[in-house]
């Protein structure tokens, strides 16, 4: 019998830096937890224990800290596709390389309108993503990101019309609450130079569709928000979103001899309906 | 051989429960998770399995729904009060009640500079505790706190002069990154028309007194967080911070010849120190 | 600008589900967690809210239950199988479906050396899986696996002969502890009666192969164990191999005049090494 | 205004230690992780942040690692009772020291029958608990205790004849499925050779008495299990055992024309009740 090794990859997960620039007495903080991927020609190393086109998962730990010495973080795409392009040379018998960021925000403390020196405070809610992907000789991939971005709207949203069958016991609803943690990836068409201004415009964007849809479904909504996002943005050629729907009941205030006109409601983690697509602008390269 | 109940205590944990209040087109969102805990004597459902005394968990969440719907959660404390009234009241051979109640914040979805009507955003960050302990002709104790409030200094903080011994490899530094998640409790000592007021005003003092002290030790920035409520708020009279220290390890770039002028750091989760103390204004009535 | 749809999918995902059959006294319990999704043509559901053709995911929760009631979990694949055939007959637009379902195993509470009627514990561990994806007129892919087989030698384990760079500082070592949380899916090339005990077979070959295997890495032993299932089993066509190296540091304890043979070490969590790879018989269908 | 500082601790948490033992081919593997904790005299710490009394968590740490050489972690007791020892040695200000040790098991592969030489599963299921509290001339507080140990019963429980009001909707039952998981801490009455040998009684007694107790609520099986460990072990005065409820539904499947006799049930995760009781030797010393 014959075993074909189909697909591989190795790196290094969960690096965690902070890098504190000074300008001044001012400073500022980046707190990014990274992941180094590498996929490649390392068959020999699976099939006899070669390790020597292995580059060690610890020596890409120490080239990130090594190589944020030198780089910005701001965008953090621009750290990753230096990583990539390191990575790439570093290790001969690597065809793709996979870096993928995920930024934890910190905002300055404020003392009397003004944001303090050196002094932070997590600023929670969504996290934002950067990740690229690189081959040799090809285009370089850029995705950006936002993770966990929870909203919740208790109007304009219904479920009506839908399928039915012997097992369905769900009302149809013209008002309910809509919850859900949004995660989004994006890819731009090319390397810019306003990674950060855009993201913090999707993200606006993103928002905005949410509260403002009329929504008749999460599928629909969700197809809003992407579609905003295309046609806003010429920078980004395709973008995927996944959005749980995290399921509000109505309590059954009936027996205690009260009404519930839409007022009181359980918050419930299980089960919860999962709803994901991507949105492509139809020109895209690919 | 003889055998002692000491202590027993039941009731019903994580009451999910969102309440949307309707002013005509202005939504607001409460969204709390509820405990509920009665001491008293039921020995016998111990020892004999009667139930006679027992009030069902179950008859506590539905109650939490009921009286949601006639009472405000805006303070969380006051429907605690209500709560704790409530239930020493169904359950006769409770002496005491606890309720606890954590908040998730909301914020308006914000959209040309205004709060959107019906949409929010998950604000991340710290929650706010609500806590009330009530027995039977006694003052009720009424408890606020905030959990998960995470600060970071990068400059303003040291450790040196402390005590050394065969084991200690620590240097003595007088600049390093400060970092911590704060968890703090404080008493009231009545009940008040402004708990949220309040609420607010003591996360700000615990994010500006960490920002401005220049610290020696967790222990004394802890300290001065504690003592500048105290001295600040003559309706607290006692405080309880909890400050894990998690820690940043500068990274040696020297095998690389790159210098480190506190510039990249590893943040580490484990192990953490962990320091925690309670303050008592001198006066405090116990 | 013209916008593709270019995926959509949607479903329920964790589905709680404990059922309890009883034989006479004897009971068996089987605790499941499982996600239902549905890929299709429900495009209009997204750029129109038209719900016609959606299943509500509350009705896949229901219809869960209801068939739970007439099959059996044992094994779980065959209630996936049935769960599949079910929706893609009950949701016209579904052009495939997919079923997952995680299996909490239970052992019986033994006492005096035989296993309870009734009483059970929690067995931790590795959890099992089952899944299906199945098209319309199309072979069935049916997928077991293994999530959090947690495994560590103290001896047979080294990594040296790797690349180096000026960014390496890792000593080559002969000897380490090498720990990971295996996570395995593998696929079966048909239906079969024997789930069960494949499954249990494969646990056992993943766990011989990396007890046995002289480790020269991670890859290396990952390797070993997915070509020791394909050999074994020739039922099996393709194996998914998820490896994190949960990284052990020996301590270094010359700082207080001891020696540290290979005997105290740290456990750390962050950052980790990631290995995957996918191993398939040459001959396999694809 | 004066300010008390009311209390204080500071230590080190989540220490982890792996220490590998070897008899010749034959390794044993010892998994922990550990809390230091101080209290004492570290006013002026807090007040004038000087910290001249202060032992650095640090140089705890590095001290667990070092006296980790020279003793055995089995039992676990015996090398808290060692690091207690050491630390109101170490710092002349504390005046209490606790201790408190998690270990994780490993079972040995097998394989042929025959545990490997030095290849381990994890154990999965309950953790051991350690926890030493030591003043200075006073007699120190053993305990030891058991951390998730799951449990289900599907039959032999009931709750009826409890207090009802205009809240209550739960139906009286004499059937239905009481699953917990059980965490548990006891008192020795002092130090012992057979820490491991009780402990390993201790899981076994707590696991048989939950199966074999008819049981009428959760306090009275919780109940049964602390009594049935005081009255088998002499040398143990004291047990708390806390007992989450975790709720199982049964459905309802009558909208589908199918029965549910005690079979398809909702495994819930919130809501949950939670009782928790001490029971203590009537002749125990405190």
Redesign the interface.
Known sequence: ??????????????????????HGRR?E?R?LTI?V?LEGA?ER???????????????M???V??L???HTMDPPEHFALALGEHFLG??PAATRVHIAMETKP?NR?T?GGRG???????????RRIARISAGRGQQVAIEAGIEG????????SG????????????PQTSER?LAT?ISARWRYVARSESFGPTWHAVRQFL??T???HP??????T??AM??AI??QFAEIE?IHLTM??RH?LL?D?S??G?S?D??????????????????????ATR
Request: aromatic residues 8%; charged residues 25%; without cysteine.
């Open positions: 019998m014959s075993i074909e090794l189909v697909h591989d990859s190795y790196g290094k997960s969960a690096i965690r830096l902070v890098k504190v620039s000074r400073h903080v707190d992941d991927r390392f190393a699976h099939t006899e224990g070669d390790n020597s086109m292995i580059l060690p998962t610890d020596t730990k120490n080239t800290y090594a944020a010495k030198d570093a290790a910190w403390i003392i303090h020196d050196h002094s932070f405070s997590g600023a929670g809610g969504a971005l929870e909203v919740l709207k208790s109007s304009g479920f009506d019309g839908f399928l039915s069958d012997r097992y369905t016991t769900l609450i943690s928002l905005e949410f509260a403002e929504s008749r479904s999460v599928q629909h969700l197809h992407g579609a295309l046609s395709e749980p729907n509000h309590v205030l027996p205690f009260q519930n839409d007022e009181i409601w359980v918050a419930t983690d299980a089960p919860y309906g999962l709803i994901e697509a991507t949105l492509r602008r139809a020109d």
